[in-house]
């Protein structure tokens, strides 16, 4: 079975088949005739509502809820809303089709790059070669499966593709490589602020699974991340002392700032502004992208009016 082509599939009355992905669990509404589904096939930037006016046969996504799927659909338009009917569907049997195939994702070359940049300046600007061979270790620590690397940094907001947490990681490290430069009295605690930025969001490889929820993401990514960090403490102590490795700690519970642990140091306070910066900044870009009339709407602020934006 190969990948639908969603947008191609689209087109009235075309039977397609092949494999689909759906991201969320889809929701069932009552009809004249009987409940029906309606959901989103997804694959990578084409989202795609899906329809199945029957219940023996949406029976198969409510049994075994969001996945890849093996489907038979037909492109539909109604009121100038084009949509697919789902004839058949069925958890998918192809082994060489997965989730990870649908989703967006950065290429591993390009956040490696990006990585190895960020590296050298803050090299340049005082990072310890001790502290790179920690953060090499942990972030290829066998546990973390190599997810550091490839998982999301959110499941719906900024940088919500594969590699989005590595990403989102190597861009708070340049910022942290202007605040360096911009407040040299930093530089005395730059290997503290490089490694804790590296770690702050690591906990995610815990709270998310390949940008789905995973099943005990309510104990959050600050807790996971401080638990999976205690396995390093002898050798963070070790070469750093015990304040360098409380310090991380509050780094790691208070990063969210006023939406979760309020900090309680001023690394916390610091990365939590970089943080702050980074992913909203994204989101604000991610959100223009993809509006239909070119503003955007802030929960705290109304709409915003656009900013015009070139390609990547
Ligand atoms: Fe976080
Ligand atoms: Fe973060």
């Not at 750093?240 to 208070?254: K, L, N, P, T």
């Amino acid at each position: 079975m190969s990948i639908i082509d969603l947008r191609a599939a689209l087109e009235p009355n075309k039977i397609s088949q092949g494999s689909v992905f759906i991201n969320d669990i889809p929701i069932i509404r009552t009809g004249k005739r009987s409940d029906f589904m309606i959901g989103n096939f997804v694959y990578k930037d084409q989202q795609v509502e899906f329809r199945i006016w029957e219940p023996n046969i949406f029976k198969a996504v409510t049994d075994n809820g969001p996945g890849v799927y093996d489907a038979e659909v037909i492109g539909n338009s109604f009121n100038d809303k084009v949509y697919l009917t789902v004839r058949s569907i069925a958890p998918s049997l192809s082994d060489n089709i997965k989730k990870s195939d649908f989703l967006m994702s950065i290429p591993p070359i390009i956040l490696e790059a990006n990585w190895q940049r960020v590296r050298e300046r803050l090299s340049e600007l005082g990072v310890s070669d001790k502290c790179w061979s920690l953060i090499d270790d942990v972030i290829n620590d066998p546990e973390l499966d190599g997810r550091f690397q490839t998982e999301g940094a959110a499941i719906r907001y900024h940088d919500n593709i594969i590699g989005g947490l590595m990403h989102h990681t190597t861009k708070m490290l340049r910022i942290l490589s202007s605040l360096l430069e911009n407040n040299p009295e930093l530089l005395a605690s730059s290997d503290l602020l490089c490694f804790s930025i590296v770690v702050h969001d690591i906990g995610k490889v815990f709270e998310y699974d390949n940008l789905e929820v995973a099943p005990y993401w309510y104990s959050s990514h600050r807790v996971r991340g401080i638990e999976f960090l205690t396995k390093y403490a002898e050798r963070v102590v070790e070469n750093y002392g015990e304040e360098f490795y409380r310090q991380v700690q509050s780094v790691i519970a208070g990063h969210h700032g006023e939406y979760g642990d309020r900090p309680t140091t001023v690394a916390a306070a610091i990365v939590h502004y970089i943080d702050t910066m980074e992913s909203q900044v994204t989101r604000l870009i991610q959100e223009l992208q993809t509006s239909e009339d070119g503003r955007i709407y802030d929960r705290d602020w109304g709409f915003l009016h656009g900013l015009r934006l070139g390609d990547k």
